[in-house]
């Protein structure tokens, strides 16, 4: 088992240079329901080379998840994609039929979903899944089909590939199954891998080999990957890149050192001070951030997060900020960012 | 505030000069279950919790860690008798619970409450927040009718919830909210002992925060002894006077807090401090860090000896057939680890991350 971390032990993560993967543009989802509609995702800019790792962070509610349904044109209804481009490999995805959609779904992006519980088929066995995959993908037929499950499942540290495949979704524990799903997603050799929360339903202990293994194949297959979570410990072991989000939109994007480092949106210092940390003496102070995130029914002006930042003026209530480049690779969506002489004082 | 739980403190400590709060000893929880077989169906033994104790005393917040299936929440709702342990004593206040009829045990309830971890979940979506707060009080026959209403906005102000709160629905509440509700709820009954059974992982980490404060509050204000079980390690080390750790039924070590935090002796407390994710990129990578390998076994037929010798880097033979006693290693810490001297210096799974921050601190 590799328990290296990319670049050896003490390294710094590297800016990944790949050539770009993913290119999302000024992402709009919204939701319209019966009273109301939910503007989920409000302009996200975001992009993914080949090799990186991007991590999207933000609370419940802030459209982390949306967006990367959207990435696969998968918004569940009533959403609707209502405006942005998302260009993979030089294509726009909104602009292609369904068909041709369906043949990049799985194929050349792969997704790992939230939970893996729910996620395989449970009348069906584990070859199955894998049957129905790579024959519509790869046209392979079913001997085809199953040696290559098998191939995959050993790639994915599944142990006694041959008799395990056999077997239905249930006699798997849920680190098992989510390592399944992990080889489904990479069983047509994709180019991207959306993983959303792959690990919130494990444990720790599974967590870390989970973690691990998608660092591996990232690295090995030279993926891109885009890893939503709303764990900042996650973030800064196995991200490049983050994307912070809150209330659908950026609020800050930066590479991990300088996101830890040199926090600028007053929203990612709060949520830095928030974090439960590990310390030699117990010290019973908790940071919160006061307030609750926002139900975003209405398209107003301003910073959403204004009514719970201690920095806002007026400026921040009535004008929305512009995501803006204050260092090289280093946005801020935020009239008054915190300079780094103000680090956050844990 | 006549009624006020903050007077209540007073006479329940003179009730209990020295002894601990709650004590168990040897407790075991054991589910049958039916097993595989045509005709004669078998039965099998799901092991949940095998053999643990534990104190609390009064003031003091006793943290639960494991994984899920380790048996943490077991432990917690059996120490209320909400289940019938298989073996084992349980004594709160002095009182063996196994010894009290329903009514005894009834009145002896009001003292001890719980908290869940799905707040949302636990609160009748069709009772208001007034009659979910007032039902304690009127099972208990605190507080007469016409000042109940009362008490309930005393109680709705204590956990930092507006007035107006009382005639309104769970829905309309978020998920922390919700849990500020459960909280009120609990505290109606004027408890000295809350099982708190990981009240913040469904929530949001900025969310967490507001209620790990409000418990702590709490707990300086009104006296309450915790029993806090939580899967977070970082959350628990901030909340805990003394943690104990569990393994497939087992404590496999219980220390004080900051004895356990500095220098775990267990091999699986030693895994699961370096599967925690860390939130600082240079530290994270930097770290050596060994993933335990495997998973968790079935609880049906937990290994023999040592429950985690199927994971452990360093289990020997005397692992496999002698189960290791929980056996004091320094003062006020408790290891049932055979080789928990060597496991410290052997350390498998790389240093604990807190080691790593002290050190770190000094340089900089």
Redesign the interface.
Same mark, same amino acid.
């Given at each position: 088992m590799s328990d290296e971390p990319r670049g050896g032990a003490g390294s710094v993560p590297a800016v990944v240079q790949g050539p770009a993967l993913l290119e999302v543009r000024d992402l709009q989802v919204s939701f319209k329901l019966e009273r109301s509609t939910i503007y989920a995702v409000q302009g996200l800019s975001l992009g993914v080379r080949a090799g990186e790792r991007v991590g999207v962070v933000g609370e419940s509610g802030s459209g982390k998840s949306v967006s990367a349904l959207s990435v696969m044109r998968m918004v569940p209804s009533p959403g609707r994609i209502t405006g942005g481009e998302i260009v993979f490999e030089g294509r726009d995805l909104l602009r292609v039929s369904q068909g041709a959609m369906r043949a990049v779904r799985g194929s050349q992006i792969g997704l790992i979903p939230q939970n893996p519980l729910t996620s395989l088929n449970p009348v069906i066995t584990i070859e199955s899944h894998f049957h129905e995959v790579l024959s519509l993908h790869l046209g392979l037929n079913k001997h085809q089909a199953s040696e290559r499950a098998v191939d995959l499942l050993r790639s994915v540290g599944i142990p006694d590939p041959a008799k395990r495949v056999h077997e239905y979704p249930h006699r798997l524990s849920g680190g098992q199954r989510q390592r399944v799903i992990i080889a489904l997603a990479i069983a047509c050799e994709p180019r991207l891998l959306i993983a959303d929360e792959p690990t919130t339903a494990l444990d720790v202990t599974i967590q870390a080999q989970i973690l691990e293994l998608i660092d591996g194949l990232v690295e090995r297959l030279d993926l891109g990957a885009i890893l939503i979570t709303h764990n900042l410990g996650i973030v800064a072991g196995h991200c490049d890149r983050v994307v912070v989000m809150y209330a659908g939109r950026v609020m800050e994007a930066a590479t991990v050192l300088d996101l830890f480092d040199r926090p600028s949106h007053p929203y990612t210092v709060g949520l830095l001070r928030c974090v439960p940390r590990l310390t030699a003496t117990r010290e019973r102070v908790f940071a919160a951030i006061p307030g609750l995130p926002p139900q975003v029914t209405k398209l107003t002006k301003g910073c959403p997060f204004a009514p719970r930042c201690e920095r806002a003026t007026d400026q921040c209530r009535t004008e929305t900020p512009p995501l803006e480049e204050i260092a090289p690779a280093h946005w801020t969506a935020c009239w008054n960012p915190v300079e780094s002489a103000e680090k956050i004082a844990s | 505030m006549s009624n006020g739980p903050v007077q209540a403190v007073e006479e329940r400590d003179v009730a209990l000069p020295g002894a601990p709060l709650l004590e168990v000893d040897g407790l075991v929880v054991h589910y049958r279950v039916r097993g595989s077989g045509k005709f004669f169906r078998s039965h099998e033994t799901v092991h949940a919790v095998d053999g643990v104790s534990l104190s609390i005393a009064s003031r003091e917040t006793l943290g639960l860690v494991g994984?899920?299936g380790c048996g943490k929440s077991t432990t917690g709702r059996t120490v209320l008798y909400l289940e019938r342990p298989t073996a084992g004593m349980i004594r709160f206040r002095g009182q063996d619970l196994s010894k009290l009829g329903a009514s005894d045990l009834k009145a002896l309830r009001r003292h001890m409450q719980i908290v869940f971890q799905d707040p949302i979940g636990a609160l009748n979506p069709r009772h208001t927040v007034g009659q979910l707060i007032g039902e304690p009080l009127k099972i208990h026959h605190l507080v007469p009718r016409g000042q109940r209403r009362q008490r309930v906005q005393e109680l709705l102000e204590l956990v930092g919830l507006p007035a107006d709160a009382v005639s309104r629905f769970p829905h309309e509440f978020?998920g922390?909210?919700c849990q500020r509700i459960a909280i009120a709820r609990s505290l109606a009954v004027e408890p000295s002992l809350i099982v708190l059974d990981e009240p913040v992982s469904a929530l =949001?980490?900025? #969310?967490?925060?507001?209620i790990?404060?409000l418990l702590?509050a709490l707990q300086d204000r009104l006296g309450l002894s915790y029993l806090f079980i939580a899967? =977070?390690?970082?959350?628990v080390?901030?909340?805990?006077d003394r943690v104990a750790v569990m393994y497939l039924g087992k404590v496999v070590e219980l220390a004080d %807090? =900051?004895s356990l935090? !500095?220098r775990p002796y267990h091999p699986y407390t030693q895994?699961?401090?370096? !599967?925690?994710? #860390?939130? =600082?990129?240079?530290?994270? %990578?930097?770290?050596? %860090? #060994?993933?335990?390998?495997g998973?968790?076994p079935s609880s049906l037929a937990p290994p023999s000896g040592c429950r985690f010798r199927t994971r452990c880097p360093m289990a020997q033979e005397l692992c496999g057939t002698e189960e290791p006693p929980l056996q004091a290693v320094a003062d006020g810490h408790l290891v049932a680890c055979h080789f928990a001297e060597e496991a410290v210096l052997r350390d498998p799974f790389g240093t604990?991350?807190?080691?790593l921050?002290?050190e770190m601190g000094r340089s900089a």
């Amino acid at each position: 088992m590799s328990d290296e971390p990319r670049g050896g032990a003490g390294s710094v993560p590297a800016v990944v240079q790949g050539p770009a993967l993913l290119e999302v543009r000024d992402l709009q989802v919204s939701f319209k329901l019966e009273r109301s509609t939910i503007y989920a995702v409000q302009g996200l800019s975001l992009g993914v080379r080949a090799g990186e790792r991007v991590g999207v962070v933000g609370e419940s509610g802030s459209g982390k998840s949306v967006s990367a349904l959207s990435v696969m044109r998968m918004v569940p209804s009533p959403g609707r994609i209502t405006g942005g481009e998302i260009v993979f490999e030089g294509r726009d995805l909104l602009r292609v039929s369904q068909g041709a959609m369906r043949a990049v779904r799985g194929s050349q992006i792969g997704l790992i979903p939230q939970n893996p519980l729910t996620s395989l088929n449970p009348v069906i066995t584990i070859e199955s899944h894998f049957h129905e995959v790579l024959s519509l993908h790869l046209g392979l037929n079913k001997h085809q089909a199953s040696e290559r499950a098998v191939d995959l499942l050993r790639s994915v540290g599944i142990p006694d590939p041959a008799k395990r495949v056999h077997e239905y979704p249930h006699r798997l524990s849920g680190g098992q199954r989510q390592r399944v799903i992990i080889a489904l997603a990479i069983a047509c050799e994709p180019r991207l891998l959306i993983a959303d929360e792959p690990t919130t339903a494990l444990d720790v202990t599974i967590q870390a080999q989970i973690l691990e293994l998608i660092d591996g194949l990232v690295e090995r297959l030279d993926l891109g990957a885009i890893l939503i979570t709303h764990n900042l410990g996650i973030v800064a072991g196995h991200c490049d890149r983050v994307v912070v989000m809150y209330a659908g939109r950026v609020m800050e994007a930066a590479t991990v050192l300088d996101l830890f480092d040199r926090p600028s949106h007053p929203y990612t210092v709060g949520l830095l001070r928030c974090v439960p940390r590990l310390t030699a003496t117990r010290e019973r102070v908790f940071a919160a951030i006061p307030g609750l995130p926002p139900q975003v029914t209405k398209l107003t002006k301003g910073c959403p997060f204004a009514p719970r930042c201690e920095r806002a003026t007026d400026q921040c209530r009535t004008e929305t900020p512009p995501l803006e480049e204050i260092a090289p690779a280093h946005w801020t969506a935020c009239w008054n960012p915190v300079e780094s002489a103000e680090k956050i004082a844990s | 505030m006549s009624n006020g739980p903050v007077q209540a403190v007073e006479e329940r400590d003179v009730a209990l000069p020295g002894a601990p709060l709650l004590e168990v000893d040897g407790l075991v929880v054991h589910y049958r279950v039916r097993g595989s077989g045509k005709f004669f169906r078998s039965h099998e033994t799901v092991h949940a919790v095998d053999g643990v104790s534990l104190s609390i005393a009064s003031r003091e917040t006793l943290g639960l860690v494991g994984e899920s299936g380790c048996g943490k929440s077991t432990t917690g709702r059996t120490v209320l008798y909400l289940e019938r342990p298989t073996a084992g004593m349980i004594r709160f206040r002095g009182q063996d619970l196994s010894k009290l009829g329903a009514s005894d045990l009834k009145a002896l309830r009001r003292h001890m409450q719980i908290v869940f971890q799905d707040p949302i979940g636990a609160l009748n979506p069709r009772h208001t927040v007034g009659q979910l707060i007032g039902e304690p009080l009127k099972i208990h026959h605190l507080v007469p009718r016409g000042q109940r209403r009362q008490r309930v906005q005393e109680l709705l102000e204590l956990v930092g919830l507006p007035a107006d709160a009382v005639s309104r629905f769970p829905h309309e509440f978020s998920g922390g909210q919700c849990q500020r509700i459960a909280i009120a709820r609990s505290l109606a009954v004027e408890p000295s002992l809350i099982v708190l059974d990981e009240p913040v992982s469904a929530l =949001d980490v900025s #969310i967490q925060a507001q209620i790990l404060q409000l418990l702590t509050a709490l707990q300086d204000r009104l006296g309450l002894s915790y029993l806090f079980i939580a899967h =977070d390690l970082a959350v628990v080390g901030e909340m805990s006077d003394r943690v104990a750790v569990m393994y497939l039924g087992k404590v496999v070590e219980l220390a004080d %807090r =900051d004895s356990l935090y !500095a220098r775990p002796y267990h091999p699986y407390t030693q895994a699961l401090f370096s !599967a925690v994710p #860390i939130p =600082d990129p240079r530290l994270s %990578r930097a770290k050596r %860090r #060994i993933v335990v390998a495997g998973e968790v076994p079935s609880s049906l037929a937990p290994p023999s000896g040592c429950r985690f010798r199927t994971r452990c880097p360093m289990a020997q033979e005397l692992c496999g057939t002698e189960e290791p006693p929980l056996q004091a290693v320094a003062d006020g810490h408790l290891v049932a680890c055979h080789f928990a001297e060597e496991a410290v210096l052997r350390d498998p799974f790389g240093t604990p991350v807190t080691a790593l921050v002290s050190e770190m601190g000094r340089s900089a």
